[in-house]
T-cell receptor, first 111, second 112 residues
């Protein structure tokens, strides 16, 4: 299920299930989007990116979907593992590679 | 290994003191960035530099200063004018437009 914590929305999933993390972006002119994973006390780690001329891109166990009509981005993680537990951020490029970051979603994977 | 190195990992500032955070990259990236992250929030852009000897203010530049004398280095100074400096500071570099930025592991700044 999904719940809103004190600071971050949290998505709780069972190990082995698929996870879907959603993000709404602000600027219809944004042409590049990135998903990052951040573990506690560390910097964000690049997961996958997508350009605005695409609506889907797949990586290893991850898929990003882009819906420009409603300015929505999602990250799907297949067969979620305990090591996937982290905070996930979407970011949009507003020009000159200046990124705007979303507030983040915490993914909690339970055995 | 190629990457971005931030130091120190933890830093404490006294009232009225300026402190400088180090960021070094060996990825041969032209662009470098400084972000601030507060608990439970996303990243906010402080300053960025697209080329050596040039830099621009981001969204929250007040109370901060930077320099870019070398391609590999982009130090951030948190001045005494920054009244709420306690945060996690992240440095990133990138190779160009529509390419992902790569991040260091951050410096956590606290007030004594």
């Amino acid at each position: 299920g999904e719940s809103v914590g004190l600071h971050l929305p949290t998505l709780s999933v069972q190990e082995g299930d698929n996870s879907i993390i959603n993000c709404a972006y602000s600027n219809s002119a944004s042409d590049y989007f990135i998903w990052y994973k951040q573990e506690s006390g560390k910097g964000p780690q690049f997961i996958i990116d997508i350009r605005s001329n695409m609506d889907k891109r797949q990586g290893q166990r991850v898929t990003v979907l882009l819906n420009k009509t409603v300015k929505h981005l999602s990250l799907q993680i297949a067969a979620t593992q305990p090591g996937d537990s982290a905070v996930y951020f979407c970011a949009e490029n507003r020009g000159y590679n200046k990124l705007i970051f979303g507030a983040g979603t915490r993914l909690a994977v339970h055995p | 290994d190629g990457g971005i190195t931030q130091s120190p990992k933890y830093l404490f500032r006294k009232e009225g003191q300026n402190v400088t955070l180090s960021c070094e990259q060996n990825l041969n990236h032209d662009a470098m960035y400084w972000y601030r992250q507060d608990p439970g929030q996303g990243l906010r852009l402080i300053y960025y530099s697209q080329i050596v000897n040039d830099f621009q203010k981001g969204d929250i530049a007040e109370g901060y200063s930077v320099s870019r004398e070398k391609k590999e280095s982009f130090p951030l100074t948190v001045t005494s004018a920054q009244k709420n400096p306690t945060a996690f500071y992240l440095c990133a570099s990138g190779s160009g437009s529509n390419q992902p930025q790569h991040f260091g592991d951050g410096t956590r700044l606290s007030i004594l």
